[in-house]
């Protein structure tokens, strides 16, 4: 994918930003903001949607141009809620809407002489499923609900975000995984356009859940790990 090089600012039309990377798009997805903005700011789009501006373009500009912006420097500019907003939405978004899109396509994609390898295939999507459903659950009910008790200085559990670093693992690896096996294994002789869609929507996936993993663990965790000094030292 090429890098896109201009720094999108809050005065662009929400159009241009999308036609200047259209995998945009799915951050409009993952932030539950719907399409039909028509001449519209990304300023008033945000607004409208009840989301920072700021925040929104961090994002995008984190999706689009991570070489020419300086991410952990930017990050530490921003409010956190928006932003753990944006990680518990996304987990919608993959649990409800990414996820089940692959599985249907997948259950149409096999030919008949590859029947045995589809149920394979089928099954170790659902434990990968599984997985990632436990994964962002934990996360939504204990981790972010432990953050927020932080910020508000309400904390009473026994909590503290190394137990979360700890535990906390990549969910893109089986994601990878199945990307070979159905690149490498599986005959494109019955929709081989539907196949080429599958693997284009793995690696997109794979990608988001990447830049996901990162922003948790390389931005959200130390932020936290700083509220949590400032708090000890009261
Ligand atoms: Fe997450
Ligand atoms: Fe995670």
Do not use: L
């Given at each position: 994918m090429q890098n896109v090089t201009i720094i999108f600012k809050?005065?662009?039309?929400m159009s241009d930003l999308i036609d200047a990377d259209y995998r945009l798009l799915y951050l409009l997805s993952r932030l539950n903001i719907s399409l039909?903005?028509?001449?519209?700011?990304v300023d008033t789009v945000c607004k409208e949607n009840d989301f920072d501006t700021n925040c929104f373009l961090f994002l995008a500009n984190f999706q689009s141009n991570k070489s020419i912006i300086d991410v952990e420097a930017t990050f530490e500019s921003l409010p956190l809620r928006p932003l753990l907003r944006y990680l518990k939405s996304s987990h919608s978004y993959f649990l409800e809407k990414r996820l089940p899109n692959i599985r249907r396509k997948l259950e149409l994609v096999f030919s008949d002489a590859d029947r045995g390898l589809q149920q394979a295939v089928l099954d170790f999507f659902d434990n990968y499923t599984n997985e990632v459903y436990e994964h962002m659950q934990y996360e939504d009910e204990v981790v972010f609900p432990y953050v927020y008790s932080l910020m508000e200085e309400s904390c009473k559990e026994p909590y503290s975000i190394n137990i979360f670093e700890e535990r906390h693992n990549d969910i893109e690896g089986k994601m990878n995984d199945l990307k070979q096996i159905l690149m490498k294994?599986?005959?494109?002789?019955?929709?081989q356009m539907l196949m080429v869609n599958i693997l284009t929507e793995l690696y997109m996936s794979e990608e988001e859940l990447e830049a996901h993993t990162f922003i948790e663990d390389s931005l959200v965790i130390p932020r936290v790990k700083r509220i949590e000094k400032e708090r000890t030292q009261k």
């Open positions: 809050k005065t662009m039309k039909g903005f028509g001449e519209k700011s294994y599986v005959s494109g002789s019955k929709d």
